[in-house]
């Protein structure tokens, strides 16, 4: 059986990124990728090794952290009455 490769727009569409996004995983070393050699060359992914990258890498869409909640005087360690009186 022979190697299936798709090509960078077939990935990215694939995984639902831009190409300038695949690229930049690439880059970082979250995803594998076959470099046909030379300026201008092609840039190929199999699809298994991307798919299980991704999955050892736990990547995901970066997500923006909810805002940090107020600290309250219970979560401090603090009585409602001393924080009164400070």
Excluded: Q
């Amino acid at each position: 059986m022979s190697t299936v490769y798709d090509t960078a727009a077939e990935t990215a569409r694939r995984l639902r990124i831009s190409r300038s996004r695949l690229y930049d995983l690439v880059r970082e070393g979250r995803i594998p990728a076959i470099h046909t050699g030379g300026k201008g060359s092609r840039v190929l992914f199999v699809p298994e090794a991307v798919d299980a990258a991704l999955s050892r890498s736990a990547y995901t869409a970066e997500v923006p952290a909810p805002p940090a909640a107020p600290a309250t005087s219970e979560a401090l360690g603090v009585s409602p009455e001393a924080a009164e009186t400070e």
